[in-house]
């Protein structure tokens, strides 16, 4: 049997890949439940510092599987959160604490447009295209679609995009700010290796902080999130993070320089 999960781990980088392109990387239980703990483990990896997701091509992924749901595969709805689960850990995968780069190689719909939505940044191919089918199947979002997707579009972009179940590529989707780059098909996963090696280049700890703060802020009003994030550079600094201030800084001048 295809493994349907393929995962590649080089230098500090995991590249996670869907892997059942003859149903466009559709999530049926099995697929899920591999691609939620292959997520889980390397974030949990020491020898792992940034996720990079992608799919087989032709697709990203084209969200459930609806054979699979209309055959009773329950695993596909007991992703759904609860009113008492932490909002951290609502979405597909949970709390992840790495950065998670999705390289969007296809289509990215309903479903999988919301594995997508639960990425910190998406870089598409000029293949990406995206839709939220919801309401044409007759199903709701519950991944967090309706959340996410107008915090990066707008909301009145996100209520046209679920109302018309309409298609946008990737070109679109850059204008509307839902992908940070749009690269040639066969660049994808260099470009977003490349970013995920910037990362790696960094403190892998202010990193993961500084994304838990804006995960944070998100869940808070305007000044409240100011609040959030001067408590939490205060914790910073008192519990002893800041090291080698002066040495990063010539560092930081020197890749400036390298990156003018």
Wanted: charged share 20%; with cysteine.
């Amino acid at each position: 049997m295809t493994e349907l999960v393929l995962l590649e781990v080089a230098d500090r980088v995991a590249t996670i890949t869907l892997n059942r392109p003859d149903a466009r990387n559709a999530l049926n239980g099995d697929l899920l439940d591999a691609l939620t703990s292959t997520v889980a483990a390397m974030d949990a990896d020491d020898g792992v510092d940034v996720l990079v997701l992608t799919g087989a091509d032709p697709a990203f992924c084209a969200g459930l599987d609806l054979k699979a749901v209309a055959a009773g595969d329950k695993r596909l709805m007991e992703t759904a959160p609860t009113s008492d689960m932490p909002v951290p850990d609502r979405g597909p995968f949970g709390t992840v604490d790495k950065p998670l780069i999705g390289a969007v190689n296809g289509f990215a719909i309903t479903g999988g447009f919301e594995i997508a939505l639960a990425c910190d940044f998406l870089i598409a191919s000029e293949n990406a295209r995206f839709a939220d089918t919801h309401a044409r199947v007759g199903l709701q979002p519950w991944w967090g679609l309706s959340v996410l997707l107008p915090q990066a579009i707008g909301v009145r972009r996100a209520r046209q995009m679920s109302a018309t179940g309409n298609f946008i590529d990737a070109r679109t989707a850059l204008e509307w700010g839902l992908v940070n780059q749009v690269v040639p098909h066969a660049d994808l996963l260099g470009v977003a290796r490349r970013l995920a090696a910037d990362i790696v280049s960094g403190n892998q700890a202010a990193v993961r902080r500084i994304l838990k703060t804006y995960a944070e802020n998100e869940l808070l009003d305007g000044h409240d999130s100011w609040l959030n994030e001067s408590a939490v550079a205060e914790a910073w600094v008192s519990g002893g993070q800041v090291t080698d201030l002066e040495a990063n800084r010539r560092a930081v001048i020197a890749r400036g320089r390298e990156q003018a």
